[in-house]
């Protein structure tokens, strides 16, 4: 059969060229992603950006060539409208979570409450996005048990119908920043005033680049959201705490802010800081409930 044959059989079959038109959408449709999915490839080196790009050229690519299928069967879709409004029903009855999710998927590419980058956290789950597509988000879990720890290496994928149902925590958004708390104990007889003191300013001796950055990002934070600029700068607080036993003990927590992907590595050098600190000054931490660390004496010369 010659081209000619082929365009024969199309013009006399009734819906050939709506046929040929829709193949021809299709295959170019495609070429155009894979064309854009490399260029892409070779222009953006980093992953994050590269994956986003490469999702927003395939939305793009399917959402456009849907609307010119649809222009193309215009006059068929207008003759089945009453059949196909009653499959539509049924489907929706039927995949309400398929249709809720398209929806928070629509939601989240006006509101964004992530993208890929991201660190956040939803439901049970917490983690860096590393893609998002039209019904679920991949990410790389972060274990969690109250703060956030390292990467499991796993990917994890959750549906976007969560985000008609749980609140999405961005710990990365706006600014890179948490506000995280270590609490000592020590024995009542302490000078807690000069103790509160000592704790706060060792660890803005420690943390003073972290902290200078950290202002920076808050300022800018609100500069784009009607958010107050809270303190970066380290803060000790004293409170008294009641045993079981009946003692009592002066608990101390000091607040600091650091990276969202280094909080577990900052909160662990400022601890060891500080206990180094309170060793060198023969401060007595408290151990049980019973008894105190008495003072390390240095050794004889």
Do not use: C
């Not at 929706?92 to 660190?119: H, M, P, W």
């Not at 970066?232 to 992907?261: D, E, W």
Request: aromatic fraction near 8%; charged fraction near 20%.
């Amino acid at each position: 059969m010659t081209v000619a044959d082929f365009y024969e059989v199309l013009r006399l079959w009734p819906k050939g060229h709506q046929a040929a038109t829709t193949a021809a959408i299709v295959a170019g449709g495609y070429l155009l992603y894979v064309v854009l999915k490399w260029h892409i490839g070779r222009l953006v080196s980093r992953p994050e950006i590269r994956q986003g790009y490469w999702g927003l050229s395939r939305n793009l690519v399917f959402f456009v060539g849907a609307a010119l299928i649809v222009a193309v069967w215009i006059d068929e879709l207008k003759a089945v409208s009453l059949l196909l409004t009653g499959l539509l029903a049924a489907t929706l009855l039927v995949n309400k979570e398929v249709f809720l999710g398209l929806a928070a998927r629509l939601t989240l590419s006006v509101v964004k409450q992530y993208d890929i980058g991201d660190r956040i956290r939803i439901h049970t789950l917490s983690g860096d996005v590393i893609d998002i597509g039209l019904l679920h988000t991949w990410v790389m879990e972060v274990a969690y048990d109250g703060v956030e720890k390292q990467s499991t290496g796993r990917v994890a994928v959750f549906p976007h119908i969560w985000l008609t149902q749980y609140a999405v925590y961005n710990l990365t958004r706006g600014h890179q920043y948490l506000w995280d708390e270590m609490e000592l104990a020590f024995p009542p007889d302490v000078d807690g005033a000069a103790l509160t003191s000592l704790l706060a300013a060792e660890a803005e001796r420690l943390l003073h680049e972290d902290i200078e950055q950290a202002r920076r990002a808050v300022r800018k934070l609100a500069e784009q959201y009607a958010s107050r600029n809270p303190p970066v700068t380290p803060i000790a607080y004293a409170r008294m705490v009641q045993q079981p036993s009946g003692h009592q003990l002066l608990a101390i927590a000091v607040r600091f802010s650091a990276l969202a992907r280094r909080r577990r590595e900052v909160h662990s050098r400022l601890l060891l800081h500080l206990l180094q600190v309170l060793r060198e000054r023969q401060i007595p931490l408290y151990t049980s409930l019973y008894e105190t660390l008495p003072p390390r004496r240095a050794p004889p010369a």
